[in-house]
């Protein structure tokens, strides 16, 4: 089934309500407690809205590696593809590697690449109530980052080469890959409402064109694509100029298009103007299947100890329903977190916490639903 950047058409029998099935991968360290309070407030939003939750959980990662020697059990990406999303936790534990030394249990590479979930899609937000590192007004960071998934530099995962003296990884990039993540953006870019400056809706093409052939090749195809987006405006920028334009103005920009690594890059700098990792959502799209996670780390030091910001998992959960056709819930979910974030409800400690813990932030979320 074909699905839209921002949602997917569900079907509905006569009689019965709407209904969503959800795979959950707990995932590793502070994972599981994430997941729950997404679970949390999920099914709370959604029995409000009159839609069934269902779940199944799809163990995976650093822990089942640890165990099997596999960060995915048998048949489990034929499992994912049958549900109408999945909700993914951080995962990976600084202990658990091959021995090339990399980290195992990472489900980077073999869910994006199974699923093929082509386009990252990394909101950045500045939202009422949340004191970040950078001085912006809320409602003036409000771009999104759409990061090609599935090639790059990245395709080069567990693929390099090296020996004593050198090692060399391989930045790939298709027309095919391109394209298609050129156009995702466009289509995105048509359902927003512009750059919070100006209004104007815009896709800014992220790249080192000026000193990779590989980087010319992706600008070379972004400019074709963009002719058949008339009405939106295109612009580029190169990727060391964009670090300091989204912390110096950042609300130039709507949706930025860019390459695998610099997408990870730049969302994590993006992060830190809006309140840290903790308060970024995202999802990776394909055409047929989803996940849905955050952009952090499973942070295994603070796992189990009530600190972990449970919203950028919350807001996972909220773009996971979005996806699925769920908008009111969805919304509801967004609309709530905005509030508990406005009232003080949640308040966040320099260190990104939420500062009366992971479990009092779900409560003010779920007490916000209720409102």
């Known amino acids: 089934m074909s699905r839209s950047p921002d949602h997917a058409d569900t079907t509905l029998t006569p009689g019965r309500s709407p209904s969503v099935a959800v795979k959950v991968i707990p995932g590793d360290g502070i994972g599981p407690e994430l997941v729950q309070s997404a679970l949390e407030v999920m099914q709370s939003a959604c029995s409000l809205q009159g839609v069934e939750l269902h779940t199944t959980e799809e163990p995976a990662g650093a822990g089942l590696y640890r165990e099997t ?46 699923l093929d979930t082509f386009a990252n899609v990394r909101p950045i937000q500045l939202r009422r109530g949340v004191e970040a590192a950078t001085r912006f007004e809320p409602g003036s960071i409000d771009y999104v980052i759409v990061r ?69 090749f992706f600008r070379e195809v972004f400019d074709e694509i963009a002719t058949e987006y008339p009405d939106i405006e295109s612009d580029h920028i190169y990727a060391d100029a964009a670090a300091h334009a989204l912390v110096t103005q950042p609300d130039r920009f709507d949706v930025l298009v860019m390459e695998n690594f610099l997408g990870d890059i730049l969302s994590d700098l993006g992060a830190g103007t809006v309140g840290g990792l903790g308060m970024c959502p995202s999802g990776n799209i394909g055409h047929r299947s989803a996940y849905f996670e955050p952009i952090h780390g499973s942070a295994p030091q603070i796992a189990g100890k009530d600190l972990a910001n449970p919203l950028s998992q919350i807001l996972s959960g909220a773009q996971l329903l979005r996806h699925a056709g769920q908008l009111a819930a969805a919304s509801s979910i967004e609309n709530a977190v905005d509030r508990a974030l406005t009232a003080g409800s949640i308040t966040l400690l320099p260190t990104g916490s939420p500062a009366r813990g992971t479990a009092a932030a779900t409560r003010a979320v779920v007490e916000r639903l209720h409102e």
């Open 69 to 114: 020697g596999e960060a995915l059990s048998p048949g489990a990406l034929d499992r994912l593809r049958a549900a109408d999303g999945i909700l993914k936790g951080p995962v990976g534990l600084p202990e658990v590697r091959k021995t090339d030394g990399t980290e195992a249990g990472l489900l980077g590479g073999l869910l994006r690449i199974g």
């Open 148 to 216: 090609e998934n599935t090639e790059g530099l990245y395709l080069s995962r567990g693929a390099g080469v090296r020996n004593h003296y050198a090692a060399s990884d391989q930045l790939l990039i298709t027309r095919a890959g391109t394209e298609r993540i050129v156009r995702y953006a466009f289509d995105y870019a048509s359902q927003r409402k512009g750059a919070p400056r100006d209004g104007v809706s815009r896709v800014t093409c992220v790249d080192k064109s000026n000193v990779l052939r590989s980087f010319a």
